[in-house]
T-cell receptor, first 113, second 114 residues
Framework: QQQVKQSPQSLIVQKGGISIINCAYE??????FPWYQQFPGKGPALLIA?????SEKKEGRFTISFNKSAKQFSLHIMDSQPGDSATYFC????????????FGSGTKLNVKP | ETGVTQTPRHLVMGMTNKKSLKCEQH?????MYWYKQSAKKPLELMFV???????ENNSVPSRFSPECPNSSHLFLHLHTLQPEDSALYLC?????????????FGEGSWLTVV
């Protein structure tokens, strides 16, 4: 059973637009939710992360919105740029347990110039 | 330059071959991981090592055999693989096993089994 469900599988956005990627989880014991960004030919790299004591975290053009009651969280990329074109993975873990992440299946983002 | 280095970057092997993937981390971390990445599937955690001791083996077939000789090096020994084992194999490391640590990934080894 997939612990973290991610959608959409692929996304095309015009330059300057907002990219939104959604994730849902079932296990209420999860308390750490990172997003990883992966460019072609590279390994995933941490982009931004949130803990459930806040509903939103913003770093530059990237924002995580977290809805604890709905067990959902999303990544918003404002003013999307062609350089943001990559695959994005959400993940969830039990932060005070050992470092075992459950990853979503990924969203391939293509930002058109 | 990534702090986690994987070699080889590409590997083609027959089903009867024996090969190994190598990973080295230059970050002074105590935990290392092997993940499998297949198209349109979530990253699959295969093995976890902490201070050279294996702490997780996610029901991985025995044709995959990990080795961690020290906290900086991790190997994945491969033998009698199947075509469905073709994937990107990612090595990663983190400071320790605390769940809020950032995982640092290498660039991966593309494996094709023919």
């Amino acid at each position: 059973q997939q612990q973290v469900k991610q959608s959409p599988q692929s996304l095309i956005v015009q330059k300057g637009g907002i990219s939104i990627i959604n994730c849902a989880y079932e296990n209420t014991a999860f308390d750490y939710f990172p997003w990883y960004q992966q460019f072609p030919g590279k390994g995933p790299a941490l982009l931004i992360a949130i803990r459930p004591d806040v509903s939103e975290k913003k770093e530059g053009r990237f924002t995580i919105s977290f809805n604890k009651s709905a067990k959902q969280f999303s990544l918003h990329i404002m003013d999307s740029q062609p350089g943001d074109s990559a695959t994005y993975f959400c993940a969830a873990s039990m932060g005070n347990n050992f470092n075992k992440f459950y990853f979503g299946s990924g969203t391939k983002l293509n930002v058109k110039p | 330059e990534t702090g986690v280095t994987q070699t080889p970057r590409h590997l083609v092997m027959g089903m009867t071959n024996k090969k190994s993937l190598k990973c080295e981390q230059h970050l002074g971390h105590n935990a290392m991981y092997w993940y499998k990445q297949s198209a349109k599937k979530p990253l699959e955690l295969m093995f976890v090592y902490s201070l050279e001791e294996r702490v997780e083996n996610n029901s991985v077939p025995s044709r995959f055999s990990p080795e961690c000789p020290n906290s900086s090096h991790l190997f994945l020994h491969l033998h009698t693989l199947q075509p469905e084992d073709s994937a990107l194999y990612l090595c990663a490391s983190s400071q320790d096993l605390q769940g809020w640590n950032t995982i640092y990934f290498g660039e991966g080894s593309w494996l094709t089994v023919v």
